[in-house]
């Protein structure tokens, strides 16, 4: 059985769809509460960059896991995990349902497939993020293939944060991690009874999407906002926070004097690459409603989803 035995609705999809326009729209007319799983709007002051819902949206609309830790703290699966059972309780106690609203594979891999509660240790993590400072990216690359080469083929080596949580597990438990992955993992939600809807379009038109926005971004202030955030919490490159994209891209501008049309290339390059990540992710997941961000009937055709299924739920 899984933890949350209750009914959840998924609004999922590319950067640049449109899903925090639609999920306001829905806010509106259904007893729900949304609750995002975007990896940068859990960050406080990462409001440009991340295209979060306005001061004015977050007041109106209760938004769960937005503004949750500030930006000089990493995000875990941990910390995930103790604000969503806050959230959930929350939306339980007054008689409405969740309502998961973003693009975030990661997050939603948690929510529907569910995890594993591998234990960890903040010494051996401390010890092993000092020998990556040290000794660099290969360092790590190399200690993994030695106790672990089935897993060392299957991650993203380039990820120190994956390597280094890796490592942690398997001095933590003393296995190899690829075969402690085998073991049942605990499930938050059945994913016969959520509802997964997905809002998508072709890829040419995300791309123009997606353009129209960064620069709507950068017109709104977002070199001012990382200006301030460095400022305000002596971020680096290293920080977690500032790998989200549009921060990654533009930080070097701001802090190497890496000309901007140089970061403004590489920031459109990076979200097409997200998009594409994004819709094949899509393709593996069975959607219970297809929408086009492009169709103008777009919201009524939610609405109406989302009506009957709650009318089967008896909501």
Known sequence: MSKYNMPAIFLLGPTASGKTDLSLYIAQRFPVEIVSIDSAMVYQD????????????????KHHLVD??????????????????????????????????????????????????????????????KKYEQKGLN???????????????????????????A??????????LSSLKQQPKIQLFDNKTVHLAAVNDKKTILTERSNK?????????????IEHLI?????????????AINYKQFLPHIIEDISFDDCFYNANKATNL????????????????????SDTKIKHKLSATIETYLRRHSI
Request: hydrophobic share 40%; glycine share 4%.
């Open 68 to 129: 949750i830790i500030p930006p000089n703290v990493n995000f875990s699966l941990g910390i995930f995990l103790d604000f969503l059972d806050r959230s959930i309780n929350e939306i339980k106690s007054i008689g409405k349902i969740p309502f998961f609203v973003g693009g975030s594979m990661m997050f939603h891999n948690i929510l529907i497939n569910g995890f594993h509660d591998f234990p960890s240790c903040k010494e051996t993590r401390r010890k092993l993020e």
């Open 46 to 61: 990462l409001n440009i960059g991340s295209c979060k819902p306005t001061k004015a949206q977050l007041s109106k609309y």
């Open 274 to 293: 997200l998009i594409k990540s994004q819709q094949t992710w899509l393709k593996k997941i069975d959607i219970d409603t297809h929408l086009e961000c």
């Open 167 to 176: 490592l942690e597990i398997i001095y933590m438990t003393g296995e190899k």
């Open 139 to 165: 360092k790590l690359q190399t200690e993994l293939a030695a106790v672990d080469q089935a897993l060392f083929n299957k991650i993203d080596i380039h990820n120190p944060r994956r390597l280094i949580r």
């Open 231 to 243: 400022k305000k919490f002596h971020l680096t490159k290293q920080h977690q926070s500032m790998q």
């Open 213 to 225: 926005r960064l620069n709507e971004i950068l017109q709104n202030g977002l070199l001012q906002e």
